[in-house]
Structure formats: C-alpha cells, structure tokens
Nanobody, 125 residues
Framework: QGQLVESGGGSVQPEGSLRLSCAASGFSAGSLGWFRRTPGTEREGVAAVDSTGVTTYGDSVKGRFTISRDSAKNTLYLQMNSLQPEDTAMYYC?????????????????????WGRGTQVTVSS
C-alpha cells in the first residue's frame, strides 16, 4: 500500500506559520486528508482534498489553513497561517481509496485506511 511520511512540524509563536508536507508512496489517486489529535482526544479532521482537487476544511481552520496536493511529486501539503495555541497537536496525513470524499465524509477518520506517523506542531509564546 505504500507509506505516508509527514514533515514540517515544529514550534512557533502565535500568529506564526508552518507548512506541513506528506510524501506518499504507492497508491496516490485517492482522497487525502490532514487530521490532528491532542492527548486524550479523538482525531479531528482538519482539511482534505479529493482526487479532483475539491477541498474541505474543518470550521476551526477555515480561512487560516490551505491544503494542496502535487500529484507529480506525490506530496500533500498543509499551509498553516495565523496559528493559535489551540492548534497545538500531532498532525497526521491520511489516504483513502475513495476518489471523491467531500464535506463531512472527507473529515471522518474512518474513511481513511492509510496513516502516517505524525508530526508535532506546538504553538506557544
């Protein structure tokens, strides 16, 4: 099935920016998503993009985060601007065999079968 490897996490001050990357090997045509989790909580859908480029965002990140995919490089990105302390979490990329995940389905973790190991994002002053 291939692997998903995230990178780009780190520590930033509030209102700072980070860009996460996810290098994918194997099947690359399906829907891709970013999720995050803090200790003791469920995974939260952050953003997703389907095989045609249609994007979906969680309410808490709309207007601040941008998801994109480069099919030629088999890489998924998450540009995160205006970061806030509540964005602190482990961020995971995920891949689905479904080509057209959109809306609430795109942000549901159960619709994704492949997961990366995660990259930590910490926002604090």
């Amino acid at each position: 099935q291939g692997q998903l490897v995230e990178s780009g996490g780190g520590s930033v001050q509030p209102e700072g920016s980070l860009r996460l990357s996810c290098a994918a090997s194997g099947f690359s045509a399906g829907s891709l998503g970013w999720f995050r989790r803090t200790p003791g909580t469920e995974r939260e859908g952050v953003a997703a993009v389907d095989s045609t480029g249609v994007t979906t965002y969680g309410d808490s990140v709309k207007g601040r985060f941008t998801i994109s995919r480069d099919s030629a490089k088999n890489t998924l990105y998450l540009q995160m601007n205006s970061l806030q302390p509540e964005d602190t979490a482990m961020y995971y990329c995920a891949r689905s065999w479904s080509l057209y995940l959109r809306g609430s389905q795109a942000l549901a973790p159960n619709n994704y079968g492949d997961w990366g190991r995660g990259t930590q994002v910490t926002v604090s002053s």
